[in-house]
T-cell receptor, first 115, second 112 residues
Framework: GAVVSQHPSRVICKSGTSVKIECRSLDFQATTMFWYRQFPKKSLMLMATSNEGSKATYEQGVEKDKFLINHASLTLSTLTVTSAHPEDSSFYIC???????????FGPGTRLTVT | QKEVEQNSGPLSVPEGAIASLNCTYSDRGSQSFFWYRQYSGKSPELIMS????GDKEDGRFTAQLNKASQYVSLLIRDSQPSDSATYLC????????????FGAGTQVVVTP
């Protein structure tokens, strides 16, 4: 299957700082990337959908100014958590798909802890 | 009503038995269906995709799709302790074109 990498895998930061998470499709061109967050023992929550070269589409309730998404190329999308607070601590997972009708492949996730 | 529904479990299955997981969806226009496995603390891993009515087999896994009943299932044969995980049903297409709708997941526990 297709491979999606995510970096960093784990990050601890202080409240008020910003954190950037990278998501890369390693062996295919990702026309669409998705960003999710997941709290312990809870289901995936879609945050935004990102298409290469266009603005991300955010889900209701997700602050676009807090969670900045950039999909600069067909293999790279970034999520920046700005002015992070402890309530932003979560497991952030990206995924990518080559076409709208194909499988969605997940990155390994980034565990963010804000102290 | 949730768009994709699964029993949360846990589903306890003896080692070597068949685990049967069910998923129903509400959008009749949905066209693509997927099963993911998620181990605790890890991200989801694609197991199966199915697009047409009927059965699709891959190793110990069989996915079954019935679009008329809006129902998709996953069978795990000869269950192993390593199959203990949460299984997510995902649906694509219909009114949410391009965006996956995930079920909450069914936790499977395979007991030796």
């Amino acid at each position: 299957g297709a491979v999606v990498s995510q970096h960093p895998s784990r990050v601890i930061c202080k409240s008020g700082t910003s954190v950037k998470i990278e998501c890369r499709s390693l062996d295919f061109q990702a026309t669409t990337m998705f960003w999710y967050r997941q709290f312990p023992k809870k289901s995936l929550m879609l945050m935004a959908t990102s298409n290469e070269g266009s603005k991300a589409t955010y889900e209701q309730g997700v602050e676009k100014d807090k969670f900045l998404i950039n999909h600069a190329s067909l293999t790279l999308s970034t999520l920046t958590v700005t002015s992070a607070h402890p309530e932003d601590s979560s497991f952030y997972i990206c995924s990518a798909t080559g076409t709208p009708d194909y499988e969605q492949y997940f990155g390994p996730g980034t565990r963010l802890t804000v102290t | 009503q949730k768009e994709v529904e699964q029993n949360s479990g846990p589903l306890s299955v003896p080692e070597g038995a068949i685990a049967s997981l069910n998923c129903t969806y509400s959008d009749r226009g949905s066209q693509s269906f997927f099963w993911y496995r998620q181990y605790s603390g890890k991200s989801p891993e694609l197991i199966m995709s199915i697009y047409s009515n009927g059965d699709k087999e891959d190793g110990r896994f069989t996915a079954q799709l019935n679009k008329a009943s809006q129902y998709v299932s996953l069978l795990i044969r000869d269950s192993q302790p390593s199959d203990s995980a949460t299984y997510l049903c995902a649906v694509l297409g219909g009114s949410s074109w391009g965006k996956f709708q995930f079920g909450a997941g069914t936790q499977v526990v395979v007991t030796p």
